[in-house]
């Protein structure tokens, strides 16, 4: 079936280190794939997304480049910011219906 | 518009009650999804409307479950009889079909707490 697995948190960085958080994937067809971010006590905003092979999604300094071959999105920013604490959801949106998949989440807290 | 609202944010109930929650998808999405999330695990999908047609119901949705968007609008989720294990929180999103790929954008959810 179609799944997400991400790293487990808590992932604890000083401000300005580098990040990168794994997300792998099981999926049948071809899927877009997503980074979802939930600051605390918000709902769930797109971060960034990638809609095919070697597609690469960024936002607000954050990247992840779709790999077919290694089934993988790994999220990755070179300068981490205490605004950044949040926690980050990896899914993958099925082509028909639009439905996603989430893993369960990576919380990220960056200390000053 | 002020993006996709849920009402109520917090919902208390006692074990056996019935319980409804309301989704207000941003205007002009025809798409709505609903999805349970529990304390350190991401959503899981349960249910997802395109206009006022239930196209697909996860297997999670007992029959104690039950959701409507009747003018393909807003939407409810209602359960029966609810469980200690139905504590959790509930979110709606909703999204436009132009294309499969397109943002789905979230409601800040409803937290219910079965007592």
């Known amino acids: 079936g179609n799944s997400v697995t991400q790293m487990e948190g808590p992932v604890t960085l000083s401000e300005e280190a580098f990040l990168t958080i794994n997300c792998t994937y099981t999926?049948?067809?071809?899927?877009?794939l997503f980074w979802y971010v939930q600051y605390p006590g918000e709902g769930l905003q797109l971060l960034l997304k990638?809609?095919?092979?070697?597609d690469k999604g960024s936002n607000k300094g954050f990247e992840a480049t779709y790999r077919k071959e290694t089934t993988s999105f790994h999220l990755e920013k070179g300068s981490v910011q205490v605004s950044d604490s949040a926690v980050y959801f990896c899914?993958?949106?099925?082509?028909?219906?639009?439905?996603?998949?989430f893993g369960q989440g990576t919380t990220l807290q960056v200390k000053p | 518009d002020t993006g996709v609202s849920q009402d109520p944010r917090h919902k208390i109930t006692k074990r056996g009650q019935n319980v409804t929650f309301r989704c207000d998808p941003i205007?002009?999405?025809?798409?709505l999804y609903w999805y349970r999330q529990t304390l350190g695990q991401g959503p899981e999908f349960l249910t997802y409307f395109q206009n006022e047609a239930q196209l697909e119901k996860s297997r999670l949705l007992s029959d104690r479950f039950s959701a409507e968007r009747p003018k393909g609008s807003f939407s409810t989720l209602e359960i029966q009889r609810t469980e200690q294990g139905d504590s959790a929180m509930y979110l709606c999103?909703?999204?436009?079909?132009?294309?499969?790929?397109?943002?789905?954008?979230f409601g800040q959810g409803t937290r219910l707490t079965v007592v």
């Open positions: 990638a809609t095919k092979a070697d």
């Open positions: 205007s002009e999405h025809n798409r």
């Open positions: 999926a049948t067809g071809y899927p877009s």
């Open positions: 999103a909703s999204s436009s079909n132009t294309a499969w790929d397109t943002e789905a954008f």
């Open positions: 899914a993958l949106g099925m082509s028909n219906t639009g439905k996603l998949i």
